[in-house]
């Protein structure tokens, strides 16, 4: 991040964000909400959101936001009322962890300690044992074959019920296809397929894998279904002993983009780690002194392309949307320059209590800001060096070749002055079903003028305007797009988002906003606290 940047936008008096990571009980049956204003009519079907729910078992704790055990929320609309619903997923680490009463399974920023029911040789040689993967899926609801699944970014998985939050059976990616993980952000063609990125390592190396699961089929018996799955895709790490960090990857139409980004596992320091008992979040570290290399991979065939797309270093999570246009691919993505952002959310640095101590953590934090990169297609021996390829009138993202094979490329800004004042944003949402890989005009986002979000944007990419929902105290979520049945423009529709209110107990909402105008329709207030969650989809109704 930039000292102007910081300078610009340095916040003082931010409150204490505790009520949003604290543990909740369960809410497994639906229970009526509160309705202010009007909910349209025409809204068919159920909000699904996860996210960690439960932080403690016994006198264990655990250290980061992101091991906390996964909690589904359903919020189902129906002729202009909502009830909600909320089940923690029956995980193993779940269930392992309450039938003993404290942390079994290890998790992302908290390392299980040794069973201290075993003797002392048998605890000292669990050290050395490859520690086995949790299947606490706080991540997101994905779909594969038309049944739904949480998601975290091990190899496993849980089907669910979207209707009853039921957690059903796990499914290990590995018993279908060779990887050893999976992100919890697929993509979906409009053939239905499923598109999403694993990685795999062994005496060859370590790949990064693309994935491929075929549309669904009429179903005969209710249980997981990945059969068909196929990796289209190897893509061999600049650096085998440290690959990168993924969370997510680009799609268009016709391609896609795997971006190799300066965030490292560091894999001799995993097994150092996990014998000195460390989590890991430990493992990962940010070396700005490697580029980012954008892989180029045919949809299609599963053929990456020769070319190799450098950038300066910078860390993504979340792509906004990706679309082709004359030659060229035109990518559009959530940027920060400082990759060690992702350590920084541990629950003791998101308890903190002293407002001066949270106005230092969160000036300390990079901020995330939508960023334009765009590929020239077309480059052989024949494309000139030294100059910029990039010819669309609307970009001023540039391309330049700089050696045989080898093409270097810089930003646009995707925003106006105005968003720093709102802190940058994350958690990018489109009008997915019509424009996913395809050209588009706006997206929707969640400002950060806290270290959790605490306003919705929604911007427009062609003048880089916003429109803002912003009010003090309310920490909205991710915000999701459902489309009105009779859309004639892109953001006919309304746009979805769950408000927590720290400062005052059980009245979280899920508000509806006209995505249009971003103003609000109504809200739907529900009598029990909610912790901040993570993403979430719009499972719409027959």
């Given at each position: 991040?930039?000292?102007?940047?910081?300078?610009s936008?340095s916040?003082?008096?931010?409150?204490s964000?505790?009520?949003?990571?604290s543990s909740?009980?369960?809410?497994?049956?639906?229970?009526?909400?509160?309705?202010?204003?009007?909910i349209?009519?025409?809204?068919?079907?159920?909000?699904?959101?996860?996210?960690?729910?439960?932080f403690?078992?016994g006198?264990?704790?655990?250290?980061?936001?992101f091991?906390g055990?996964?909690?589904?929320?359903?919020?189902?609309?129906c002729?202009?009322?909502v009830?909600?619903?909320s089940?923690?997923?029956?995980s193993?680490?779940?269930?392992?962890?309450?039938?003993?009463?404290r942390?079994?399974?290890?998790?992302?920023?908290?390392?299980?300690?040794p069973?201290?029911?075993k003797n002392?040789l048998?605890?000292?040689?669990?050290?050395?044992?490859?520690?086995k993967?949790?299947?606490?899926?706080?991540v997101?609801?994905?779909?594969?074959?038309?049944?739904?699944?949480?998601?975290t970014?091990?190899?496993y998985?849980?089907?669910?019920?979207?209707?009853?939050?039921?957690?059903?059976?796990?499914?290990?990616?590995?018993q279908?296809?060779?990887?050893?993980?999976?992100?919890?952000?697929?993509?979906?063609?409009?053939?239905?397929?499923?598109?999403?990125?694993?990685?795999?390592?062994?005496?060859?190396?370590?790949?990064?894998?693309?994935?491929?699961?075929?549309?669904?089929?009429?179903?005969?018996?209710?249980?997981?279904?990945?059969?068909?799955?196929?990796v289209?895709?190897?893509?061999?790490?600049?650096?085998?002993?440290?690959p990168?960090?993924?969370?997510?990857?680009?799609?268009?139409?016709?391609?896609?983009?795997f971006?190799?980004?300066?965030i490292?596992?560091?894999?001799l320091?995993?097994m150092?780690?996990?014998?000195q008992?460390k989590?890991?979040?430990?493992?990962?570290?940010?070396?700005?002194r490697?580029?980012v290399?954008?892989?180029?991979?045919?949809?299609?065939?599963?053929?990456?392309?020769?070319?190799?797309?450098?950038?300066?270093p910078?860390?993504?999570?979340?792509?906004?949307?990706?679309?082709?246009?004359?030659g060229?691919?035109?990518?559009?993505?959530?940027?920060?320059d400082?990759?060690?952002?992702?350590?920084?959310?541990?629950?003791?640095?998101?308890?903190?209590?002293?407002?001066?101590?949270?106005?230092?953590f969160?000036?300390?934090?990079?901020?995330?800001?939508?960023?334009r990169y765009?590929?020239?297609l077309?480059?052989?021996?024949?494309?000139?060096?030294?100059q910029n390829l990039?010819?669309?009138?609307?970009?001023?993202?540039?391309a330049?070749?700089?050696?045989?094979?080898?093409?270097?490329?810089?930003?646009?800004?995707?925003?106006?002055?105005?968003?720093?004042?709102?802190?940058?944003?994350?958690?990018?949402?489109i009008?997915?079903?019509k424009?996913?890989?395809k050209?588009?005009?706006?997206?929707?986002?969640?400002?950060?003028?806290?270290?959790?979000?605490?306003?919705?944007?929604?911007?427009?990419?062609?003048?880089?305007?916003?429109?803002?929902?912003?009010?003090?105290?309310?920490?909205?979520?991710?915000?999701?797009?459902?489309?009105?049945p009779?859309?004639?423009?892109?953001?006919?529709?309304?746009?979805?988002?769950?408000?927590?209110?720290p400062?005052?107990?059980?009245?979280?909402f899920?508000l509806v906003?006209?995505?249009?105008?971003?103003?609000?329709?109504?809200?739907a207030?529900?009598?029990?606290?909610i912790?901040?969650?993570?993403?979430g989809?719009?499972?719409e109704?027959?």
């Amino acid at each position: 991040c930039t000292f102007a940047f910081l300078l610009s936008f340095s916040p003082v008096g931010l409150e204490s964000l505790l009520p949003l990571v604290s543990s909740v009980e369960e809410t497994p049956e639906p229970i009526p909400t509160t309705i202010k204003g009007t909910i349209p009519a025409w809204i068919n079907g159920s909000f699904l959101r996860n996210g960690p729910g439960k932080f403690e078992f016994g006198d264990d704790r655990y250290n980061h936001w992101f091991d906390g055990m996964a909690l589904m929320h359903r919020f189902h609309i129906c002729q202009g009322s909502v009830t909600y619903c909320s089940r923690f997923l029956r995980s193993d680490s779940y269930v392992n962890n309450s039938e003993k009463n404290r942390i079994m399974i290890s998790e992302f920023g908290t390392s299980a300690m040794p069973d201290p029911c075993k003797n002392f040789l048998e605890r000292f040689l669990s050290r050395f044992q490859l520690p086995k993967a949790t299947d606490n899926a706080n991540v997101n609801f994905v779909k594969y074959k038309g049944d739904y699944y949480v998601s975290t970014e091990t190899n496993y998985m849980r089907r669910v019920d979207p209707q009853s939050l039921e957690t059903k059976e796990k499914v290990d990616w590995s018993q279908y296809i060779a990887i050893n993980s999976a992100t919890a952000h697929p993509h979906y063609d409009h053939e239905g397929a499923s598109y999403n990125m694993g990685s795999s390592y062994g005496r060859s190396g370590y790949f990064y894998n693309i994935i491929r699961v075929p549309p669904p089929t009429t179903a005969t018996e209710d249980s997981a279904d990945l059969t068909g799955a196929e990796v289209i895709c190897s893509i061999p790490a600049a650096q085998s002993r440290k690959p990168s960090y993924f969370h997510s990857f680009v799609m268009s139409e016709n391609y896609i983009v795997f971006v190799e980004q300066p965030i490292k596992l560091d894999l001799l320091r995993f097994m150092l780690y996990k014998i000195q008992g460390k989590p890991f979040q430990k493992i990962m570290t940010w070396e700005p002194r490697c580029d980012v290399i954008f892989h180029l991979v045919d949809k299609h065939t599963g053929q990456e392309s020769e070319v190799k797309y450098r950038a300066a270093p910078m860390f993504t999570l979340h792509q906004i949307n990706a679309f082709e246009d004359n030659g060229f691919l035109v990518m559009d993505m959530c940027c920060g320059d400082d990759g060690e952002i992702i350590g920084d959310f541990t629950l003791e640095n998101l308890r903190r209590e002293s407002v001066q101590e949270m106005d230092e953590f969160y000036n300390s934090l990079c901020r995330n800001l939508p960023r334009r990169y765009v590929l020239p297609l077309n480059v052989d021996e024949q494309t000139p060096l030294d100059q910029n390829l990039v010819t669309l009138s609307y970009c001023k993202a540039t391309a330049t070749k700089t050696k045989p094979g080898e093409v270097y490329v810089t930003h646009e800004e995707l925003h106006g002055d105005e968003l720093l004042q709102y802190g940058g944003l994350e958690f990018p949402q489109i009008n997915y079903n019509k424009h996913n890989g395809k050209p588009y005009r706006y997206f929707y986002a969640c400002g950060f003028g806290h270290v959790f979000a605490d306003s919705l944007l929604k911007m427009d990419v062609r003048t880089k305007e916003l429109k803002v929902w912003r009010y003090p105290g309310l920490y909205p979520s991710e915000p999701v797009f459902v489309a009105s049945p009779k859309a004639a423009e892109e953001d006919d529709g309304v746009v979805l988002s769950v408000i927590i209110t720290p400062r005052k107990e059980k009245s979280t909402f899920l508000l509806v906003l006209d995505a249009k105008t971003f103003t609000e329709l109504g809200r739907a207030e529900v009598p029990v606290n909610i912790p901040c969650g993570t993403h979430g989809v719009f499972n719409e109704m027959g």
